[in-house]
């Protein structure tokens, strides 16, 4: 039996793999390729992107780069566009995914006739496809988009960006509707998504796939721990993360200190704005900023109370090294696979019930789940001064993960789905 045709639109570069949507794409990619013949189409900035182009080519037969220069964030050219987006009826981060020259490329091979199955990776990349789709569908969506931006507006204080907020969540809530429906299966990333998308937007052809990790890569690395230290791992220029930086320094590592005075916090992730590191510089004046793994001690110290490390070029050590991980977010959507990696790990992990949100792991169980700054800074306590309770947690986590979570589990049912989208489109065109 020949392997379906799958024109697979990937919109953004893959590689290398350091934000949870790259992982679950690049992941389950890697397994699709032993059932599908896939042809990726996507994004490429020559600059940056040309050290990981032979990874990128391997996960299809054929790999078609649309070039294209990213707009430096906060720059004065990147508000002017965002200024100019906001007059039109989509969403700005629609927008930003949008282009002349990926529709062009993406129409010119669904013209071409050959092709079983187009799938659309994240809802932004959506009006690159042609209207109507040439072949059956499928939407790859990573979070119920209209629900962050509405978290960001319920969160944001400046009046200013509470209109923004306010326009950007009406915007994504209309447009979430509608763009899903084109499509003959939607795949949500956990069942609260796949809910949502049926009662809210009255979305059919909703299916779930499972979360993955590779508990081979992700394992105790056996480094020594560093007492007090906690560790936050994330992209610091996706905005709930650096909302969920403000509250924890603000709200919630103040009242940690004053039971560990040697409490230290570590975020681990590309691009923090310089903006977020001198307003928390403030809260704390002994924070510090590494740019390179040699500013740390051999122990991986910096004798900061916050260290901001950028990106780095393996993040399991700083995990490792930490006595507690923490997750304290308020905006998001989705699934964090960051979460699975660090409980693969035999992690401590404490969360906020958003911050964990999809993941089928249990409060008490697998790791500590706080919403309240009080209860969250107790369970960090906790979690630093009661390091058999920590360790047994995180070994409790770090079996119940490896036992039912896979990457290959996860691509044979986005597999199937995939088959249902080429029948129902048979059925439907017959």
């Not at 690049?26 to 397994?31: D, M």
């Not at 905006?331 to 660090?342: P, V």
């Amino acid at each position: 039996m020949s392997k379906p045709r799958v024109l697979f639109l990937t919109q953004r570069f893959l590689f290398p793999m350091d934000t949870g949507g790259r992982i679950r794409t690049g992941k389950i990619l890697e397994q699709l390729r032993n059932l599908w013949d896939i042809t990726l189409v996507g994004n490429y900035e020559e600059r940056t992107d040309r050290v990981h182009l032979e990874k990128m080519q391997a996960l299809g037969e054929r790999y078609l780069p649309v070039p294209w220069t990213e707009k430096k964030k906060r720059s004065v050219g990147w508000y002017f566009d965002v200024l100019k987006k906001s007059a039109s009826r989509y969403p700005v981060t629609v927008l930003n995914d949008t282009s002349p020259g990926m529709k062009d490329a993406v129409r010119t091979e669904l013209a071409t006739g050959k092709y079983d199955l187009f799938v659309c990776d994240f809802l932004q990349s959506a009006l690159n496809a042609p209207d109507p789709i040439p072949c059956a569908s499928l939407l790859f969506t990573h979070n119920v988009e209209s629900r962050i931006v509405r978290r960001h507006f319920e969160q944001a204080k400046n009046p200013a960006l509470r209109l923004f907020w306010k326009q950007q969540a009406d915007r994504m809530t209309r447009f979430e509707g509608e763009a899903p429906a084109r499509y003959d299966r939607i795949v949500a990333v956990s069942d609260s998504d796949k809910e949502e998308f049926e009662n809210s937007f009255k979305l059919t052809g909703v299916r779930t796939i499972p979360t993955g990790v590779d508990t081979d890569l992700y394992h105790p690395l056996g480094l020594e721990k560093m007492p007090g230290s906690i560790v936050f791992a994330g992209s610091m220029n996706w905005m709930p993360n650096q909302d969920g930086m403000r509250w924890f320094v603000h709200e919630i590592l103040p009242r940690i200190r004053k039971s560990v005075p040697g409490a230290k916090l570590t975020v681990v992730g590309k691009a923090p704005p310089a903006s977020l590191v001198q307003e928390l510089a403030r809260e704390q004046p002994g924070l510090a900023r590494a740019e390179a793994p040699e500013e740390r001690r051999r122990d991986g110290d910096t004798g900061a109370v916050i260290e901001f490390t950028g990106w780095v070029d393996d993040v399991k050590p700083y995990v490792d090294r930490a006595a507690c991980y923490i997750v304290p977010l308020r905006i998001g959507g989705g699934t964090r696979i960051k979460i699975f990696e660090a409980l693969g790990m035999e992690k401590a992990l404490v969360s906020t019930t958003i911050g964990a949100e999809g993941l089928e792991i249990s409060p008490g169980e697998h790791y500590w789940q706080v919403d309240e700054p009080d209860a969250f800074a107790d369970a960090v306590i906790e979690c630093l001064t009661n390091p058999a309770r920590a360790v047994e947690l995180g070994k409790r986590a770090r079996e119940f993960v490896k036992s039912n979570f896979g990457w290959d589990n996860a691509a044979r049912v986005f597999a199937e789905i995939g088959q249902e989208a080429i029948e129902a489109y048979a059925v439907r065109t017959k």
